[in-house]
């Protein structure tokens, strides 16, 4: 069994570097979410509704929405620059977990709650999205910078 693991573990060790080296030769373009589509394991705000406009992704909960802008997807699009803070207008739920969006800083206030695949205009939530609370990343609703994402 031992001998078993450790074959496991020395497998998967060589493919974390070899994963590691291909993430590493990646262009940073594709990991900050350029292309039109909303990436995999993100939730994506657009700035206009129907899922249009530019876009801002968020991997991880974030208990304050004004440190990042609209600058996902294609440059030049409709809000592109814009502070993501109260500026969102649609919204697709691209991760295997619930989140929930509020309308006050640090998850608190009036909340939605969105399954996982969810795509939606945010009707009454519109204009009005200041935190995020992200279900699977073991949830501590701070302040990040994900501009990354």
């Known amino acids: 069994m031992k001998l078993a693991m450790r074959k496991m573990a020395t497998a998967g060790a ?7 080296a291909f993430l590493a030769s990646a262009p940073a373009a594709n990991a900050s979410g350029s292309g039109t589509a909303c990436p995999s394991g993100r939730a994506c705000f657009y700035f206009n509704s129907d899922f249009q406009g530019a876009r801002a992704d968020y991997a991880n909960s974030d ?3 004004g440190n990042e802008l609209f600058t996902d997807g294609p440059a030049g699009r409709n809000g592109w620059g814009v502070q993501v803070n109260n500026n969102s207008a649609s919204l697709i739920n691209n991760t295997h977990a619930y989140i929930t969006i509020y309308d006050s800083p640090d998850c ?15 009707g009454e939530m519109k204009n009005r999205v200041s935190s995020i609370y992200v279900a699977y990343n073991g949830g501590a609703c701070i302040s990040r910078d994900q501009s990354w994402a």
């Open 63 to 65: 208990a304050g929405m």
């Open 14 to 20: 060589v493919l974390a570097l070899g994963a590691g």
């Open 108 to 122: 608190v206030g009036y909340a939605w709650y969105i399954q996982p695949g969810d795509r939606l205009n945010l």
